[in-house]
């Protein structure tokens, strides 16, 4: 599998309050189930507005370690996933948000936006690490409340958003490659809206997405992605693709359930549904045909919920060797206690002559601690 995840360490959004050295501004959420990124405006209660941004972190040396043992390729690439959690008054225009590398050192904390009082221990739009300790964010001696960070290649990134809100997929490769180098040391990232859009007068809505304390599977997560796919057919022959719509793919080696952490090899064989009688000592269901090279790919979905976990793409190719068709299922980032389903998705052809197959039989497994 060409797919490796990985889950937060740590997260927290930080507001600054309308009034700008507000005490929500002092608020920690690093306990709360949404991270916000966001700048609302009401003329008739304010002059600045609320700036909503947030910051998380990742165990990135095992990215690195997995790089350095070959597991993870130079050549992958690398996406901050994050999950929509119920964003709204969004506008048309400058529908994007940015990621940088966060320069300084800081303390999740765990309180919530519903807390009463609120906790000021922990990260917050003013604080590191909160009121007691009173180290606030600085840039030298300047007070650069809202978390410090740098700029420029290598240690930012951007996404574009839809009016109504989505799932954020950000390539961060670059990012990554600046943690791994150990250029700067692993502080996490910030989220944020534009500074032009921080210092508007208008409203620009919230963006909201699942943190690491979501009861839910859309915790923010790094996911690499790369190409394993190797093609050695031995004396095996292919699949009639003039035929396509008649195939079926089953597993032999599929168990019902797999603990998490663990990598195993999945081997797919494809046949047809309906083979031609034929006179002979063996059975042709029997036969084992290879599905074509670089056009058969494989999928993993959340049974529940029917999340694509890993999609179609050219991070799931399926290989094969003399025995037949296979990929590698990786299970460290999948929820365990949850069943997933297996599909498969074969292409013939190209142009106007192209020939979409998908074979879904509904193919399940568990994965267990």
Not at 115 to 136: A, C, F, K, N, Q
Not at 216 to 227: G, L, R, S
Not at 246 to 256: G, V
Not at 304 to 324: A, R, V, Y
Request: proline share 3%.
């Amino acid at each position: 599998m060409a797919h490796y995840f990985v889950g937060v360490n740590k997260d927290a959004s930080l507001i600054r309050g309308a009034d700008t050295l507000g005490t929500s501004s002092n608020f920690n959420l690093g306990g709360d189930e949404v991270l916000e990124v966001g700048k609302t405006f009401q003329a008739a209660s304010t002059s600045v507005g609320t700036i909503q941004r947030f910051v998380l972190q990742f165990p990135v040396t095992r990215i690195s370690k997995s790089m350095a043992d070959g597991s993870i390729t130079s050549d992958a690439k690398y996406y901050l996933n994050l999950y929509d959690a119920g964003s709204f008054e969004l506008t048309r225009d400058n529908n994007n948000i940015s990621v940088n590398v966060v320069s300084q050192s800081w303390t999740e904390g765990d309180g919530k936006l519903s807390d009463d009082p609120h906790i000021r221990e922990g990260v917050s739009w003013r604080y590191r690490t909160g009121e007691t300790g009173s180290l606030e964010w600085f840039s030298g001696s300047e007070a650069k409340w809202g978390a410090t960070y740098y700029t420029g290649s290598g240690y930012s990134a951007s996404f574009s958003f839809s009016k109504t809100g989505s799932d954020a997929r950000i390539d961060i490769t670059d990012i990554v490659h600046t943690f791994v180098s150990g250029s700067v040391p692993n502080e996490g990232l910030v989220v944020r809206r534009s500074t032009t859009i921080e210092d508007s007068t208008q409203n620009y809505g919230i963006l909201k997405f699942f943190s690491s304390d979501s009861h839910t599977i859309f915790k923010p997560t790094i996911e690499a992605v790369w190409d394993d796919a190797v093609w050695a057919t031995g004396s095996l022959g292919p699949l009639d693709l003039d035929e396509l719509g008649k195939i079926e793919a089953y597993m032999t080696s599929l168990r019902p359930q797999y603990r998490k952490g663990t990598v195993s090899k999945i081997r797919v064989h494809g046949r047809e549904r309906y083979p031609a009688r034929t006179f002979g000592t063996s059975s042709a269901y029997l036969t084992t045909q290879y599905f074509p090279s670089a056009s058969s790919f494989y999928s993993i979905k959340d049974a529940k919920t029917n999340h694509t976990i890993i999609p179609f793409g050219s991070g799931s190719k399926l290989s094969c060797d003399s025995t037949g068709n296979f990929f590698k299922l990786r299970t460290e980032g999948l929820e365990p206690e949850r069943y997933y389903d297996i599909s498969f998705k074969v292409v013939s052809g190209s142009g106007i002559n192209e020939t979409i197959q998908f074979l879904d039989n509904k193919i399940s497994f568990k994965v267990v601690e």
